[in-house]
């Protein structure tokens, strides 16, 4: 095998089974439009075929001010196949977490591999980076941590702020942020910086843009915050497995109580999924479906969003700016918590003139005859005048 294999010819010395790294695209052609951008190839097999050719791509990565939770979110998958996968696509030529080397050692592994590969890895940085006191809050290798980021960027290709803390300064930039704790591209410049924010991010949007960026060298579309959008241009509310009951003005009051039992919204007890774009809704962490905050019952913390975790209280509730369809409905009745029977028909005629939404009241009609009594009415939410804008 060459010193610089490709990922198919990596994959069969490692006795990784074809079986296994199709399924893996598959995977990713469904997070990310990574399978279409590979010059239009939309099969399965396509995509695993332009990849598997590839050189398997050098990612240099590095630890700031962080939890090691984002390192830890692209092990923990439910198989240790999958973790060991991700691995064999990529080349991770230094990561303080997982190699054996300490001290001088690790020093000399992180020149090695930033030499050998100059001008073509990806950097991977993992933490917020502290500019107080000349950035000494972090040392690394004797100097200050932001002289290791600056010559190991100088270098790279590219890089990829992992998590809310690289992306912008995350949890330990919240106030009174002693370091200084910021974001990448507050103190690099010049070089493809993408974001992807989490507290964790998922695993596979980092794959995917290491893969759409070395196998069409170029990146995903950004939006302003340079995240892809293909992860972050949707707002958790949009694909909310709870927004029926927000709609229907179901929500949760207190945790344990008959509507956080009963799965209801969790807007009531601070959810900001209606205001953080991202793609937890749809792509789920450690390979098992529900396994995101929503889908376990803790309201979305807005992890994603600079200037709203570790900003707003959890149980602060965000303002809601879109109108949605609560205003178009009449308010559940909190003594009976009964719709009436004029009200219902009401309710689909008002519906579907804001098109199509009268086939979606009537599915729910059927579920308000059990709204329970503790429930609030939702003119609160959604009303013009109100919290709306
Ligand atoms: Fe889901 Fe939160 Fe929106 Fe409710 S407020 S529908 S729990 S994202």
Not at 26 to 53: D, E, H, R, Y
Not at 323 to 334: F, S
Not at 340 to 362: F, H, Q, R, S
Request: hydrophobic share 40%; with cysteine; charged share 20%.
């Amino acid at each position: 095998m060459s010193k610089h294999p490709t990922i198919e010819e990596h994959l069969k010395a490692s006795g990784v089974s074809r079986r296994n790294f199709i399924q893996l695209c598959a995977t990713l052609m469904a997070t990310a439009p990574v399978g279409l951008a590979l010059t239009g190839k939309k099969s399965v097999l396509q995509v695993a075929a332009a990849i598997g050719k590839t050189r398997r791509p050098s990612v240099i990565w590095l630890h700031f001010q962080d939890c090691t939770g984002c390192t830890e979110t692209l092990l923990r998958t439910s198989t240790p196949d999958v973790a060991q996968l991700i691995l064999d696509v990529i080349s991770l030529d230094y990561h303080e977490t997982l190699m054996a080397a300490s001290g001088a050692q690790a020093e000399a592994a992180l020149r090695s591999a930033m030499k050998e590969n100059a001008g073509k890895y990806v950097l991977v940085v993992e933490g917020a980076i502290p500019t107080n006191i000349d950035g000494r809050f972090y040392e690394m290798g004797g100097r200050p941590g932001i002289e290791a980021l600056r010559e190991a960027a100088a270098q790279s290709a590219a890089i990829i702020a992992i998590g809310s803390c690289a992306s912008w300064g995350g949890v330990p930039s919240a106030d009174p942020n002693p370091t200084g704790a910021v974001g990448v591209d507050s103190v690099i410049s010049g070089k493809p910086i993408i974001n992807l924010p989490g507290c964790p991010p998922n695993p596979y949007n980092l794959l995917a843009v290491v893969l759409e960026y070395v196998t069409m060298g170029k990146l995903p579309e950004l939006d302003e915050y340079r995240r892809p959008k293909f992860a972050y241009e949707r707002v958790i509310h949009d694909n909310c497995p709870r927004r029926a009951h927000f709609d229907a003005g179901r929500f949760a009051l207190a945790f344990g109580d008959e509507g956080h039992r009963k799965g209801w919204c969790l807007y009531k007890l601070g959810c900001k999924g209606p205001v953080t774009h991202a793609s937890c809704s749809t792509r789920h962490f450690n390979e098992i479906p529900g396994v995101w905050p929503i889908g376990i019952g803790a309201p979305c913390l807005g992890c994603t969003e600079k200037g709203v975790v570790w900003q707003l209280a959890t149980f602060d509730t965000v303002p809601i700016h879109l109108v949605t369809p609560p205003d178009t409905y009449p308010a559940v009745v909190a003594q009976t918590g009964k719709f009436k029977a004029g009200a219902a028909a009401l309710v689909g005629i008002a519906a579907g003139a804001i098109g199509g939404a009268a086939l979606m009241a009537g599915k729910r009609l059927p579920e308000q005859a059990g709204v329970a009594a503790n429930e609030e009415p939702p003119d609160e939410l959604g009303k013009p005048g109100s919290k709306n804008a």
